[in-house]
Every structure is written in structure tokens, then in C-alpha cells.
């Protein structure tokens, strides 16, 4: 298994352009299931996840091309319904293609998403939307079956503005008889760029960034072209590194509003953050607050980057609250950083920092994609060696993190294996 080896203690300056956002393009590859021609996408980034949502498509029977950054998606000839097991329980996204199967081919049947490091993850909210359109939903030996007459436009009002529910009936909507209201919708960027890209394949949608989006179904969808908007998350975890090492470095491809709660939290424990026509320029400064966070749906603090936050907590002056309200068990990173000498205490869904003087570098291992980037941001000013195990989990979110790492200054190595290029 591939490792990082870092060495505290590097201020980071320079430059960086955030890739392509992850979970943009893992709704939006299914998407593309819908128009049953070819769909051309730019800024695709190389990740893990991304090449497990190829993998799925392909299995349905799409042919792709991923060359460079940009992916080609031809569905024309998609006729399979029947999700492996296998890809269903490597990444929970892929349940996101329900809603374009089930739309385009009145049927789908796949594995019931495993659980998860981060706590269980149901998919009720996905179910009875799908059942409010009209599907008949069977649950049994583990695997969700699907099937319609017909998709019939009705109202939905989520319980919890869930992301995958959103974008899961938005999809299905779109190519179903009359009209759709999703109430109490997800207000994610990521499901912007989702209505962005179905409006330009000629979907009739509205609302979404608020929390009622409004579907006309249409008949068909067509061929386009289309770039993924900058990954907030890849965006927000450099600008904590640049803070927790006293760095300065500018930020390319990002847009701010979509990170906003991170920037102000962000000022608010002393780091000076300025919004330029170039990008976002973080200077981290001689020494950081304590501040207290609470992860919200968007426009709230993300709970994708909470761990990375903790992190830099670990090591701010004074206490700090930090309330995970989204997912039952995302404090796995807490054991982790408390081996590299952070100071917290964990009361159920509440952590209790702290902040320390100096972390030290330790062997520790990871268990989830943002636990990874909290350690790495630990070990980047550890005294000493951090060796970070299981970084295929960080493979699966960030493209050419090392990489871009090593570019602003700091030491990190991976070992034991290739750089996780020709694995795929
Ligand atoms: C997406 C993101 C993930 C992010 C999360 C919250 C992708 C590929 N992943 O995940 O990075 O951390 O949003 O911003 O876009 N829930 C239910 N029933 C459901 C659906 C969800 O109870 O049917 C619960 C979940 O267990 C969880 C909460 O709602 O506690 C949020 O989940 P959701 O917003 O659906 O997250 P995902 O779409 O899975």
C-alpha cells in the first residue's frame, strides 16, 4: 500500500490551479447517460473516483475516452441496466445513476450501497423520490430495483437537503411527463453545475442554488459540450495549508462564493485572505485563532472540510468547538492527529480542541478522502517525519496532490509504489 512521507516544517509559497471539482463531474458523468449521444467534458479531473464512475459507465454499455483532462462520453449505445456489484460498492456516487437510468430506460438495479467510514448513508430520500415519479421500488438481498411504466412530473420535499437525493431526482425528472418540484432541495454549487450542464443538453430547469428547483420534463436531451467547475473542496484544503504553514499562495481556478464559509472562518482565526482578479492569495501570518465551526448544507461550513480545519485548530491559540452536524461518525482523523500530539476530546458529534504549541511527526494511517488531507496538513508542520498510510483514499479526490504540493514548497514523498499514475 502507497504512503506519504512528509517533513514538517516548510512554509508554502507559490502557485496552484485547483482541478476540476470531483463531485461535479460524479453527477455530471451520469448525466450524460441521459442524452443517448456524445457529451464532450473539460477540466475532467484524474481521480480514483472519476475513473470508478468511467468504469461504471462503461459497464453500461457507454464507450469512453479519457484523454488528458477532458472525457468523452458516448451513450448511444447504453443498454445494460444492472449496476456490478462490485463498482456499487466501491463508491456510493455511483448510485447516481438511478435517476438517468431509470428515466431513459424505465428500469435499474443495483447493490445497495455499502456503508461507509464516515457513518451509515442511506438512500431513503433517493427511493421515495424516485417512488414519488412514479417507480415501483423493490429492496431485497441487498439490491435496489427499479422500474416505471412512465416517469410522472409531481412534487418532492426532501426531509434534508440531501446532494445525492437532489441530483439523484433531478436527473430522473428531467426526461419525465410535466412538471417536477423538488422543495427543501440541496443548494450545493455542484448542483448548479449540474442544472448548468442538463440546461445546455436542453433540459428546462430552474432554481437550482436555491431551495426549490423547478423540472419541465423534455422529450430528449442532446450532444454538448461542457467544462466541471473548480473543486471547492481541492480549493479550500490548500488555502488551510497555506494558513497552518505561515505560507503565502495564490489560489487559480476557484471561485470564492462557492468557498465563502471557509474564507470567513478563515479570517476569523487571523488569516488574511484576499480575493484577486488572479484568484484567491492566502498569507498565513506568525500565528492563527481558535475559532469554532459548525458544518452546515451549503452555504454553511462544509463537513468536507472539517478534518482539514481541525487540523489547523490543533495548532491555533486557544479552544476551539468544532460540531460535525451532516455525517454520524467523521471524527476518525481525531485518534490520528492526537498520535502527532494534538490536544482533543470528542463529546458524540462534538470535538473539543485544544491548540498545542508544535504537533510531532508519526507513523498514522487514514480512513476516509478528507481524513487524509487533515493528516497530510498536520504532517506539513510536524516536527520531523510524518508517514501518512492508505493514501489511495486521498487518490480518490485530489489530482496530483503531491505533486502540487511539492511545487509550493513542501517535502512530501510517496513510497512503495508509482505515484498512483498507471494504476487504472
Ligand atoms: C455529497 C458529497 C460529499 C459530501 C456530502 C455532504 C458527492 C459525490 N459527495 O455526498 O462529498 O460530504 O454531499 O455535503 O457529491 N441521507 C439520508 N438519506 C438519504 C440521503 C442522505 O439520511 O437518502 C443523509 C446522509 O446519511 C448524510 C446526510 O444525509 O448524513 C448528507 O448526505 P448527502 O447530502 O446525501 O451526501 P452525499 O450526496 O452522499
Known sequence: MEKFVIIGGNRLSGTIRVSGGKNSVLT???????????????????????YVMKNVLESLGAKVDFTGNTMVVDA??????????????MMRASNLVMGPLLARFQYVKMAYPGGCSIGSRPMDQHLRGMKTLGAEIKEKHG??????????????????????ATENILLAATLAEGVTVIRNAAREPEVVDLQNFLNQMGAKIKGAGTDVIRIEGVKKLNSVEYTIIPDR????????????????????????????????????????INETDEGILVRGGK????????????????????????????VSEGTSIVTETIFENRFKHVDELRRMGADIKVEGRVAIIKGVKSL????????????????????????GATVL??????DRGYENFEQKLRGLGAQILRVNGNGGKDKH
Open 360 to 383: 510531532s511527526g508519526a507513523y498514522v494511517e487514514t480512513s476516509d478522502l478528507r481524513a487524509g488531507a487533515a493528516l497530510v496538513t498536520a504532517g506539513l508542520v510536524a516536527d
Open 287 to 314: 500565528k492563527r485563532q481558535g475559532v469554532d465551526v459548525k458544518t452546515m448544507p451549503f452555504p454553511g461550513f462544509p463537513t468536507d472540510m472539517q478534518a482539514q480545519m481541525m487540523a489547523l485548530m490543533a
Open 143 to 164: 439490491f435496489i430495483e427499479a422500474k416505471a411504466t412512465r416517469l410522472v412530473g409531481s412534487e418532492i420535499c426532501l426531509d434534508f437537503p440531501s446532494v445525492g
Open 28 to 50: 455530471i458523468l451520469p448525466a450524460c447517460l441521459l442524452s443517448g449521444g456524445v457529451c464532450t467534458l473539460h477540466d475532467v479531473p484524474k481521480l480514483s473516483d472519476v
Open 233 to 272: 473542496i481541492e480549493a479550500g484544503t490548500f488555502m488551510v495549508m497555506g494558513a497552518i504553514t505561515g505560507g503565502e499562495i495564490l489560489i487559480n481556478n476557484v471561485i470564492p462564493e462557492h468557498i465563502e464559509a471557509v474564507i470567513s472562518k478563515l479570517r476569523e482565526a487571523g488569516v488574511e
Open 389 to 394: 498510510d492508505k493514501v489511495h483514499l486521498i
Open 76 to 89: 448511444t449505445s447504453v443498454s445494460n441496466v444492472e449496476l456490478p456489484d462490485r463498482l456499487t460498492r
